[in-house]
């Protein structure tokens, strides 16, 4: 969601990630992801072969993972099948008795409907008319029942990467596996699938439908209901974000603010 965070030194068998920042425990909870992945969902992630600090700096060293990222355009049929593959085989590995010991993922729902409530939106002058319209309609959501519930406790807990940038998929042709663990934790698929469906990487070029996704995961009733009520919760999240001041606003080129504003209505509306 911010800027980037790490080096990458890649080898022909071997990543050396040595990170930039590291005052909410990333190397921890990277290593501690690809442990756990390594022995629940062997093949899923890289290999965790080392973790070492030089000149101070943190690095953890892992396999190099065959593939190519995706995100370069929309999913072929292979490509999507993959990714609902591999996808569910992540929030389905680790056992409970495991996650036990893990923390949340870094800006899980409780943070981030937390961060909501103090917000600065800034002058409202500077974006007038149907975004601020939509910011008006956020503020309101926020506080709304829905948004308490989505913020309160885990309704199902599982294993999440807690990145929603496609480009930390890769694909071989025949298989889907994950990278970056940096944010990683305990939290909700629903969640989960819903930060890769609305992050602005993906959801500004259209390289995912979500009903789609939603489809080949085969996921209905509750679960899919709160898959809806979390892309809300990120759509408030992205547009706040997209504001003049916000952190992506200098990010990503013009308009991008209000066609985010447009699609948060869409979202926020459709509740």
């Excluded at 690809?34 to 070492?52: C, I, K, N, Q, S």
């Excluded at 056992?95 to 870094?106: D, F, I, M």
């Excluded at 070029?205 to 899919?224: C, I, K, N, S, Y």
Aim: proline letters at 7%; a negative charge; charged letters at 25%.
């Amino acid at each position: 969601m911010g800027a980037t965070t790490h080096d990458l030194t890649i080898g022909d068998r071997e990543v050396v990630k040595r990170y930039r920042s590291w005052d909410r425990g990333e190397p921890d909870r990277e290593w501690a992801g690809l442990v756990l992945l390594h022995e629940h969902a062997p093949g899923l992630a890289p290999e965790p072969l080392a973790r070492r600090e030089v000149d101070g700096v943190p690095e953890v060293v892992m396999t190099r993972l065959p593939g190519h990222a995706l995100g370069d355009g929309p999913l072929s049929e292979g490509e999507a099948d993959g990714l609902a593959a591999a996808l569910d085989r992540l929030h389905a590995a680790v056992p409970e008795a495991a996650l036990a010991g893990q923390p949340e993922r870094l800006a899980g729902p409780a943070e981030l409907r937390g961060w909501f409530g103090t917000w600065d939106l800034g002058d409202p002058a500077t974006y007038a008319g149907p975004v601020a319209e939509t910011v008006d309609l956020a503020r309101t959501w926020v506080e709304s029942d829905e948004a308490a519930r989505l913020g309160g406790p885990l309704a199902e807990r599982s294993f999440g990467l807690a990145d929603g940038n496609l480009a930390n998929a890769l694909w071989d042709g025949a298989t889907c596996r994950w990278v970056d663990f940096e944010d990683a934790g305990v939290s909700d698929p629903a969640y989960e699938v819903a930060d890769l469906l609305e992050h602005i990487s993906v959801r500004l070029p259209g390289l995912l439908d979500p009903d789609d996704v939603v489809r080949r995961l085969g996921w209905t009733g509750e679960r899919a209901e709160r898959v809806a009520g979390f892309r809300r919760m990120f759509g408030v999240f992205w547009l706040f974000m997209l504001l003049p001041g916000g952190r992506a606003h200098h990010r990503n080129p013009p308009g991008t603010l209000e066609d985010q504003a447009a699609w948060t209505r869409g979202l926020l509306e459709g509740a």
